[in-house]
Every structure is written in C-alpha cells, then in structure tokens.
C-alpha cells in the first residue's frame, strides 16, 4: 500500500524553486498591516495631526520604532517556528528585546525629565488601547494563521502566541495613526499590554487555528 | 541499504532536478526511517504498532506537500523528523476518545543529530551533488556505496583507469567549490 502510495507521489517530484517560508511572512505581513490600516483609517479615522506629526513629532515617530522593534523579532521568529524541526533558537532573546525596549524607551523619558502623568485621559486611553489594538489585529491574525497553516508550525501553542504577538504588533500600528497619546510610558505600558493581550488569545487559539491543511 | 544525510541530500539534488527515481528512492528512504521513529513512540504511548503505516503515510504526504518549508541548512532528516512527529502526535489526540491533550513533550523529541556530523554530511553531500553526472556516479559508488573500483567500471561500463580518473578530478572539484563557498 505504502509502496503504491510512493509511487504515486514520486511521479511529482517537487520542483526546486518555490516561495520560502520568508517571502510567505513578508507579504502576509505586508498584506495584513494594509488590511489593518486601512481598516483603523476608516473606522477610527487618523488622528488629526497625522500630517504635522509624521514630519515634526520625534515621539511619534519612536512609537513606530518602538511596534518595529517588536515586529521584525516576531516576525523572524514566526518563520522559524513554521519550519520544521528548526524551532525557535531562543524563546528568551524576544522577551529580553521586549524587555529592553521597553525599559529603554521609559528610560528615555525619564532622562529627558518629563516622566508625564498618568491622568484620567491616559486610563481612558489604556482601556481604549486594550481593546481597540486586539481588535485590529483580528483580521491579521486571520491572514497569518492562514498563511502559517500552509507551512509546517509544529507547536500549535506556541506557534500560536507568537503569531498573536505579530498580529498585535500590526495592530497597534494601525492602532498608532489614530491614536494622539503620544507619552512614552504610556506606548511602553498600553501598547505592550494589548500586544501581549493578542499573544495570550493566539496561544489560546493556535491550537485550533493553525492544524495544518 | 539505509540512507545516510549525505545519501538523502545527494537524491534530494536529483529530486529538484526533476529525477523521478530519484524521488522514489527518497521517499522509501524516508519510509523507512520514519516507520522505525513511529513504531518507538507507538510503543512507548502504549499502543499496537499496526497504527505505524497510516502515520508514516500521512507524514510522507505532508512531506511532499511541504517541501518549501525545507531549509537546506537543516539535516533532511531532522525535517521529516519534526513532520512525522507533528502527525503522530495529531493521531494520537484524533483517535484517543478520552481525548486527553497529549503534549508535545510526551512524545519524545526527534533523534538529536551530532551537529558537526550533519553539517559535514551535508555541505558534502551538495559538494557531490554539484558534480558533473560522469564524476558523480564514480564518486558516489566507490566513495559512498564503497564498491571496488573494479565493480564500478562493470555498474557504469567504463575502464577502470576512467573511474580512477574520475573520483580524482570529482574530488579535486569539490575541493574547489567547497573553497568558493
């Protein structure tokens, strides 16, 4: 039975060019950050300074800097976790980067003197961040899983948080043209929280969501 | 005769090459590594072993849809490993009724390869897959399958003084690639 089975299988040897794992993850990647773009730019609309801010708003731009310090490591670390048998060199170099990024930028703050408080606008804004950057980052979730159960994750949990992450990740980049909170502490703190939301409902989800097809 | 890396990379090379034969060749070895991997975690989960054939099936069919997520810095072996590994553990939780979630670490993790081994067996084994088809074949029989080099002049009809000649010039343009690199 297995012999036929070879048999037929061997009469489509593969071919050697294909798409790696790598170009699979940049255009999901790339795909899924339009998608979520567009999707904040029409729902929630940019804040109204986007223009002014992108040009002259330093902070702005860091929080940027910030969400891609967290999705270029995600984003390699996603691949290596849909190859079999290579898994993740080092599951602790992403929360030692996450760790120090965030350390950073609060250092960066607080050297800079003004630490800013932690007003009721910022708790208004914490709870918003909680749950508008998980929802953004549902449709990528949804592309990626896609895109991964193509490839070959072979630990779904894991495969899965980190995808969540990815997602989160994208999300909050979308989420970051309409949001005008700009305090550091507050992107380390709120933007963080809602990325690590996203990793905890893809470790969740991923066993479900990511069997292959 | 069972496979080693280099003899896997050697048949993957002709595989991409359009070599169906040589793909045959592959999957049976692969078969056959894989039915022995299957069989040793069967047994150990506390189950018969006339489940191996079925597993061993489908990880081969997901081997062969899956080949674009082959990395050729990984030993070939490791990869259908890790396949093998993802379908029996999807077996196991698919047809326990109880369905207790089996972890991944109750399985035990794929054979551990000796890295300096397999990366040696590998960066030969394209060394020998990079050569011209006439200094391939003298290699691969004399200095792979360990024929004499009288029987590789019957298996490939050519003077033994040819054979020679071959493994010494294959040899000399490994060397060479392998210094490119």
Aim: glycine residues 6%; aromatic residues 8%.
């Amino acid at each position: 039975m297995t012999d036929e089975f070879i048999f037929h299988l061997s009469r489509h040897p593969p071919r050697r060019r294909r798409i790696s794992p790598t170009v699979v993850l940049i255009g999901v990647s790339a795909l899924s950050l339009a998608v979520a773009s567009a999707l904040s730019v029409l729902w929630l609309s940019p804040r109204d300074d986007l223009t002014a801010a992108i040009g002259n708003n330093h902070v702005f731009l860091l929080k940027f800097v910030f969400l891609l310090g967290i999705n270029i490591p995600a984003m390699w670390i996603v691949r290596d976790l849909s190859i079999p048998g290579k898994g993740i060199r080092s599951p602790m170099f992403f929360g030692v980067i996450l760790f120090i990024l965030v350390i950073g930028l609060i250092g960066f703050k607080l050297a800079n003197g003004n630490v800013g408080t932690f007003h009721n606008r910022s708790a208004r804004a914490l709870l918003e961040c909680l749950w508008l950057i998980p929802i953004l980052a549902a449709l990528p979730f949804v592309i990626l899983a896609g895109a991964l159960r193509r490839l070959g994750p072979t630990d779904l949990r894991i495969t899965g948080a980190f995808v969540g992450l990815l997602a989160g990740g994208i999300g909050a980049v979308a989420y970051a043209l309409h949001c005008d909170h700009d305090s550091l502490v507050f992107v380390g703190i709120a933007y963080t929280a809602a990325i690590l939301e996203t990793a905890l409902l893809g470790l969740l989800l991923g066993p479900r969501l990511l069997r292959w097809t | 005769m069972k496979a080693d890396e280099a003899d896997l990379q050697v048949l993957l090379h002709r595989t991409f090459a359009g070599d169906q034969s040589a793909y045959r060749e592959l999957l049976t070895q692969l078969q056959l590594l894989l039915q022995k991997y299957v069989k040793k975690q069967l047994v150990q989960a506390g189950r018969t072993d006339h489940e191996r054939d079925d597993i061993v099936q489908e990880a081969l069919f997901a081997i062969h849809n899956r080949w674009s997520t082959y990395d050729r810095a990984l030993p070939l072996t490791s990869w259908a490993y890790a396949i093998a590994r993802y379908k029996l553990i999807d077996y196991l939780r698919k047809s326990n009724e109880n369905a207790r979630m089996l972890s991944l670490a109750e399985i035990e993790p794929t054979p551990a390869s000796d890295s300096y081994a397999t990366d040696t067996a590998i960066t030969l084994g394209r060394l020998v897959a990079m050569l011209p088809s006439n200094l391939r074949q003298s290699i691969e029989l004399v200095r792979v399958r360990g024929l004499s080099i009288k029987e590789a002049s019957i298996a490939l009809g050519m003077p033994e003084g040819s054979i020679k000649a071959n493994i010494h010039r294959g040899i000399k343009k490994m060397t060479e690639d392998f210094r490119k690199d």
